[in-house]
């Protein structure tokens, strides 16, 4: 009779349900290890929020993010995945195997487990800017630059990320004002210059957004000088916000190494300094952060940790056999 006190065990864990954590499971639910993803809450990642994506391969006329993740996640249990609609809340990673505690389901045991909890944007936290956030408001200009050309956007931020998304936006925009609350940029020195003597990139100083202007999208953005007080409206039609990424690792500290910015650490590829513990996409790839770069971190974990397993099941043979 099983011991129900006992958590459940699987050959692989996946955490996230992202586009990197369900393509990790598609290759190894066809590998045969029944993989268990703990999909999150809410489930799906950054494309749940995502409008119109036009870049991923294969949907030449776009198609709306939470759809890609709907058919990503069916085409996952078509192959034998089990998705728990839960959220990891505490990790054993001393120890095998794994263990992995859940918010309201019972514990995890794993033999192997793929880290794929992805990353957050950072938002301005305003009503207006998450009424609008999809209509006009975006924190991807590589993802939704193309949707703005020939229009004017104000950009809130001051380090390389933000420099190198207004550049990428000069490519559609008639103009982008960057929108920083310090008298001094944090970028590098060749970033700064490059956005600074651009023909089509202004400044606003020791400024903030105070609210975006619009109902059914962008119209305008109200800021304000946090020096002098002035507030003014720039007539825009759109806004980006690059003001950095959380990457969703709290849960991992102390049981991996993390970068000093909080993202996974990775060795070799999806490799973590923990052995058997993977990482797919945005939870440690802090330079590209697309969907289909995450889905392609994630068949790459998926294929470690199987090759992995293989490694290990091959290495408790020989030792059980003496040969």
């Given amino acids: 009779m099983a011991d129900e006190s006992r958590p459940r065990h699987a050959r692989v864990v996946i955490v996230g349900s992202g586009p990197a954590g369900l393509t990790a499971a598609i290759y190894a639910a066809r590998a045969n290890l029944k993989p268990i993803v703990v999909g999150g809450v809410p489930a799906g990642g ?49 120890r095998r195997p794994f263990r992995l505690e859940l918010g309201t389901e019972s514990a995890l045991e794993a033999d192997s487990v793929i880290l794929a909890t992805g990353a957050n944007a950072r938002w301005l936290n305003l009503p207006s800017e998450q009424k609008l956030k999809g209509h006009g408001v975006s924190a991807c200009a590589t993802c939704d630059g193309f949707f703005f050309r020939g229009k004017e956007l104000a950009l809130v931020g001051g380090g390389d990320t933000a420099m190198e998304e207004a550049l990428f936006l000069t490519r559609f925009a008639t103009h982008v004002t960057i929108i920083h609350r310090r008298s001094v940029l944090r970028a590098s020195k060749i970033m700064a210059d490059r956005a600074q003597t651009h023909p089509k990139i202004s400044f606003r100083y020791d400024t903030v957004v105070e609210e975006v202007l619009g109902d059914k999208t962008v119209d305008g953005v109200r800021i304000r000088n946090v020096r002098t007080g002035e507030a003014a409206v720039l007539p825009v039609q759109g806004l980006f916000v690059a003001i950095g990424y959380d990457p969703a690792t709290e849960v991992f500290r102390g049981q991996i190494e993390l970068e000093q910015t909080g993202y996974v650490k990775v060795h070799h590829l999806t490799r973590t300094s923990v052995e058997g513990i993977f990482a797919a996409g945005d939870v440690y790839d802090h330079r590209y952060r697309q969907a289909v770069s995450a889905a392609g971190f994630g068949c790459m974990a998926a294929i470690d940790a199987e090759r992995w397993l293989e490694e290990q099941d091959s290495a408790a043979e020989k030792a059980a056999t003496g040969h």
């Avoid at 294969?58 to 198609?63: A, H, N, V």
């Fill in 46 to 94: 950054q494309l749940m929020i995502t409008t119109d994506v036009e870049n991923f391969p294969g949907f030449p006329d776009g198609i709306q993010g939470p759809e890609l993740v709907e058919r990503i996640r069916g085409q996952a249990i078509r192959f034998g995945t089990e998705i728990i609609d839960d959220r990891v809340t505490a990790v054993d990673f001393g």
